[in-house]
């Protein structure tokens, strides 16, 4: 579904993509009054239908703005914003008087978690109910009503995005401290957590506090109403800040697709959770249902193919090449050609479409080795709209270096990490420092290996795999791994006891990896633990069970997979 956003100035950043990458990193990203208080003329019902899950929200709007002002409710819990704004619209109109469609629609156009804050167009929306907050305020039938509305207020106050995710984080809270009876209440407060959490609105010392308590309060609304969409969204959500809590979320990501399946966010999620467990055939299945729901949302709101959702398209990509199924994944870049032919792809609504074919076929190649595959991402603009374009530009930037290396290019990959190199030495804020010291390094060990100074690689990219650990992988893997090229370069290098444990380490974070499985059966093999090779062997080839019959490396697995002698390659 479309993430539609008015384009804004973000400053000029024309210093290419390592400003891109500082100018990310500064800006923070690095997550009631009882019922019966209330004049209730109305009873609350659930969402349309069951297919967007059950929604319970007394209020005081007149009858004919119940269905829609609940329906939209449902659609905003599993980010559907453009059709959940339609629905407080559709409220709206129905009782024009009744004030909570309009703040809620006005939340609608704010997407912390994806990186995209249209807060314009949410002040516009604010000011059709009334010009200031206290005349808003004033429009609240109910003083639980009035609490919402402060909240969403303090949410779009002038200031800072990790303010106003703050404020938003704590009055929610509060109000589900006064009311534990309100459902909509705490999981608008666990919300209000994450987004609080992921544009830095909470410090180092009260991070833990508040992922705790985001968990704490999508997990009790999980628990009163099993079929809330919400619920289980925040908490998939959570393991996007700690995969350790991904076992525990398996719950919910296993609930929410059937709570939601009208809603086509609610296909995908829980691949969050799937993911970082590396059960590659849930996340082909999610990804799979997401994508097909995609085209059919498109189609029948006669969308383009810029509209379609992209993001579930490279998580479906990332599951077929861990399964093997090399030809499947290719086939998705024929697919995202298809489906772009022609579309137009301005603006930044459109970001997703804009770098689909560069970021798939990046993937694509990096995990295949096949170089050839990739494709020249968009040049970076001089402005950006919003975070997440940032986003775009900054990893189409490192994917054209790392594919640069792929192919040979030492002169343009040693050009591109010395520039960041440049950057990250001038850089005086200790996070942005750390992070791009990473990326530089990850490059600077490509640089070594491919100028045959092996050695010198595996000093970069043990420096690297030792700051890669304080980041939590989210989403298919960013590459190099760090501490898959150190298993690489040691194995390589004859060193092949420590290479396995590189391995290994990266197993930990990144679960049935399949790279790392296979690099860590040749590493077991040539220091002789057969018993260990073997085992490897057959963990990768339960990821493989429907691999292609001419993936390069089926033989050799299964031959390993049997404990049958084997020769070892390091690539």
Known sequence: MSKGTARARAGSLSGGPVVVLACLLGCGLSPALRAQEMEHRHAARPAEGS?????????SGAPGAQAPFVRGIALLHSFEYDDAAAAFQQAERADPAFALPYWFEAFTHSHLLWGEDDSDSARAVLRRLAPTPEARLARAATARERSYGAAIEAFFADTTEAVRARAFADSMTALAGRDSSDLEASAFAALGSL???SSGGYARDQRQAAEARAIDLASRVFRLEPQHPGAPHYLIHVTDLDPSFATRALPAARAYSRIAPESEHALHMPSHVFLPLGLWDDVASSNERAWAASRHYVAEHHLSGADLDFHSLWFLEYAY???GRWRAARALLDTTRAVLAGADLAGAEHVDAQYARAQLAALYAGETGRWSAAVAPPSTPATFANHREMFFALDAEQSRLVAAAGRGDTAALAAGAG???????????PPMKRWMNMNALKLEALVARGRGQNERAIELAREASEIEDL????GPAALPVARELLGELLLAGGHAAEAAQQYELVLTHLPNRSAALLGLARARAATGDSS???QAYRRLLASWHAADGDLPALPEVRRGARGAGMSVSTR
């Open 51 to 59: 297919r967007l899950g059950t929604v319970a929200f007394p209020n």
């Open 195 to 197: 987004l609080a959490l």
């Open 321 to 323: 090449l861990q399964q």
């Open 419 to 429: 520039a960041l190199r440049a950057h990250a030495d001038s850089m005086d804020m």
């Open 471 to 474: 980041y939590p992988p989210v």
């Open 532 to 534: 260990a090779a073997t």
